[in-house]
């Protein structure tokens, strides 16, 4: 079980709380959270990666286990903390305007 | 007619105000999609009731937002019942796509370098005349797209946005947005957009092909000031019963063009600097027009600190400074391009709304104003309608 934590914006989106929980087969990846994620709560497509080239958003960042991830390849695989659910995966806006 | 509702899109979201025909007190709703920047809202001409809505925001792109009951609720198009789960519901996942037809390509960027065409955000938001369902969107970076479902699902009309001119297209201060849609309500095939920074194109077979109207203008800030396309228009409009006049703000200089935008003529006349956003005309006197003059392209803020909406019953030229209700000294806001409208009650209603979050109304033709809220968060864009 993935435990990815989202931001406010996307919380109110997909009307979930801090939290979600998703099933996501091995190897674990960026990518296959972020497909999991996507598929379990179609009303966030579009807002994290783009449409068609699944690139992160600029303002988009990711971090788990006190690790920015948001530039390494989605097809690589997530910490072992992450994949088994011990630490969160955290989707964050980024800090930037007022 | 005995009501209005005005709806307000601001950089932290949406309100929606009514008022009946004296236009005096108001009930204000909203904000609805709080923290969202909520670029334009339009109501459908046919439904009044059906109102669309970009929301967006730099972080987490586009959502589409529709209204069937008049803005009380919201859904994003497509979704199903048990998805809509908020006040406000979300995207079901094709409603905020909005994706090129074939390879997009590249235009030039500020610095005269090339970047690909990247969808960023709907700027404009223009529902058919005809059909509640027809829908079309105005984007950055600038293409047309069009709806025929509601808002679920999005079509672009790829004539524009491949015109051979395109490649050399680049974006204004705001981003290289299509901002202006307009259809001729006797004929509906023909439309007219303005980008910025490329200028004015028509279409005579409803958005399948275009080609560039920007004869008579000039930008001294391009290379060849006269060119076919490059000019910064920020905004077009025209009166219904007369679509072959056209008045237009550009970056600077108000224009005007008698014959569907084939030929451009300066009338900035005695405004005291034609450099502004918005621009729109009364409702039931074609020839009237109003402008906000701002400082210039450096300084966006009115002249002297007074904010003054400029009006020409002529039809440009001879200009009166409109200044009753509005703030005369240490005035510091700005008025963008869609934060201008008119209602089509007698007499006709002006509103606009500023930077400074001030969303002002006059029910008499622009002679006095009144605020209708003086605290919004800054305002994007303006419309009304003019309800029975």
Redo the contacts between chains.
């Keep these: 079980m993935i435990r990815v934590q989202l931001?406010?914006?996307?919380r109110?989106?997909?009307?979930v709380g801090r939290e979600v929980t998703l099933e996501v087969d091995p190897p674990v990846t960026q990518r296959s959270i972020l497909d999991a994620l996507?598929k379990a709560y179609?009303?966030l497509?579009?807002?994290?990666r783009d449409?068609?080239t699944k690139k992160r958003?600029?303002?988009?960042r990711f971090f788990a286990c006190k690790m920015d991830l948001s530039d390494e390849s989605p097809d690589a695989p997530v910490p072992d903390q992450v994949a088994t659910g011990v630490e969160l995966y955290v989707v964050i806006?980024?800090i930037?305007?007022g | 007619m005995s009501k209005v509702r005005v709806l307000i899109g601001t950089k932290k979201g949406a309100f929606v105000c009514t008022a009946d025909g004296k236009r005096e007190n108001w009930d204000i709703q909203g904000p609805f999609f709080g923290g969202w920047e909520i670029y334009h809202m339009k109501g459908s001409p046919v439904d009044p009731d059906r109102i669309y809505a970009s929301q967006s925001n730099a972080w987490f792109g586009q959502v589409m937002q529709r209204s069937d009951d008049g803005g009380r609720t919201w859904v994003t198009p497509g979704s199903t019942e048990e998805e809509r789960m908020t006040e406000w519901g979300f995207p079901g996942g094709e409603s905020n796509k909005f994706v090129y037809e074939g390879d997009p390509g590249t235009h030039k960027h500020f610095d005269g370098s090339t970047r690909p065409w990247e969808f960023k955000r709907v700027w404009h938001l223009e529902p058919s005349l005809s059909d509640p369902n027809v829908v079309y969107a105005g984007v950055e970076d600038a293409a047309i797209f069009r709806s025929t479902d509601a808002g679920k699902t999005w079509q672009e009309l790829p004539g524009l946005r491949t015109h051979g001119t395109a490649a050399d297209w680049q974006p204004g201060a705001g981003g290289m947005c299509l901002h202006t849609i307009l259809i001729d309500p006797k004929n509906h095939d023909r439309m007219f957009v303005a980008i910025s920074a490329c200028g004015c194109f028509r279409s005579d077979d409803g958005g399948k092909t275009w080609r560039p109207i920007n004869r008579g203008l000039r930008s001294d800030f391009m290379p060849d000031p006269d060119a076919e396309v490059g000019h910064c228009v920020h905004r077009i409009a025209f009166h219904p019963s007369n679509p072959d006049v056209l008045f237009m703000q550009k970056h600077w200089d108000v224009m005007r063009s008698d014959d569907g935008g084939e030929n451009w003529r300066e009338v900035s006349g005695n405004l005291p600097v034609d450099f502004g956003f918005p621009i729109d005309v009364h409702a039931h006197e074609p020839n009237t027009i109003y402008v906000v003059p701002i400082k210039s392209d450096s300084e966006h803020y009115p002249p002297e600190g007074k904010l003054r909406v400029y009006r020409s019953k002529t039809g440009g030229d001879d200009w009166e400074a409109l200044t009753n209700g509005l703030p005369q000294s240490d005035c510091y806001v700005n008025v963008l391009r869609e934060a201008m409208a008119v209602d089509q009650m007698d007499p006709c209603g002006i509103y606009f709304g500023t930077t400074g979050g001030q969303v002002y109304v006059s029910a008499d033709s622009g002679d006095t104003w009144k605020a209708i809220n003086e605290h919004f968060p800054s305002v994007l864009s303006v419309e009304v309608q003019t309800l029975p």
Excluded at chain 1, 7 to 10: A, G, K, R, S
Excluded at chain 1, 45 to 48: P, V
Aim: no cysteine; proline share 12%; net charge neutral.
């Design positions: 931001p406010y914006h996307l109110n989106l997909a009307s996507e179609p009303m497509s579009g807002t994290i449409h068609v958003r600029p303002f988009v806006g980024a930037a305007g």
